[in-house]
Structure formats: structure tokens, C-alpha cells
């Protein structure tokens, strides 16, 4: 089993940032890559970005490109999502997912295995 905590949710204004963290403890070496999800309200869960712990090679959702940076501290099995120029659409609970990476012919994706307990984001405009 692998434990995910995230942190660093909160509310901020449109153009604003944030920067959240997800800590892994357990069975890490069952997983492969780490990913943020989001869910807003009465909307599906979608992937955000993605990061393939052994190289760092990593992937994100067009609406993100650009704006979020998904990065990782191995040493201490955390990853970040630093989120810049939110806006409206990025409010949403993120939650943080450890799982399989996953090559497919449409992009690579991480496959969720564990989930953390999600941490929450409000972009008022």
C-alpha cells in the first residue's frame, strides 16, 4: 500500500498561484509515476499532469500546459504541482494518485493505483 497526504490547496484569486504537494510513504517501489486529478463539481475526474519517477519524464492536459509544472523530490517521495495563472475553470478538489505508467499511442498516461484524501482549490474572478 502507498499513503498519499497532499497539501497546499486554498483559495486564490483569477492570475494568482499555487503550489501543492503530495507526500508518498509505504510501499512506493509498487508504483512507478505520480499524477494530479482533478475533480470539479458535478464534473467526471480528469488527469492533470503526470511524472514518471524514474526519469522525470512527465505529461499534462492541454487545459494546463503552459500554466501548471509538475516536478518531484525523490529523496523525500514527494511531488509538486505548481500551478500558475489560475483561473475560474481550475477550481476543483486535486487529489494526488500513484500508479503505472502507461504508454499508449494517444500520449503516456500514469494509471492510478492509490489515491490521496484530495486537497481543494477556489479561483474566485
Known amino acids: 500500500q502507498v499513503r498519499l497526504v497532499e497539501s497546499g490547496g486554498g483559495s486564490v484569486q483569477a492570475g494568482g498561484s499555487l503550489r501543492l504537494s503530495c507526500a508518498a510513504s509505504?510501499?512506493?517501489?509498487?508504483?512507478?509515476?505520480m499524477a494530479w486529478f482533478r475533480q470539479a463539481p458535478e464534473k467526471e475526474r480528469e488527469g492533470v499532469a503526470g511524472i514518471y519517477t524514474s526519469d522525470g519524464g512527465t505529461y499534462y492536459a492541454d487545459p494546463v500546459k503552459g500554466r501548471f509544472t509538475i516536478s518531484q523530490d525523490n529523496a523525500k517521495n514527494t511531488v509538486f504541482l505548481q500551478m500558475n495563472t489560475l483561473n475560474s475553470d481550475d477550481t476543483a478538489m486535486y487529489y494526488c494518485a500513484a500508479g503505472v505508467w502507461t504508454i499508449r499511442g494517444s500520449g503516456n498516461t500514469c494509471y492510478p493505483l492509490y489515491w490521496g484524501q484530495g486537497t481543494e482549490v477556489t479561483v474566485s474572478s
Open positions: 509505504g510501499h512506493t517501489s509498487s508504483s512507478n509515476c
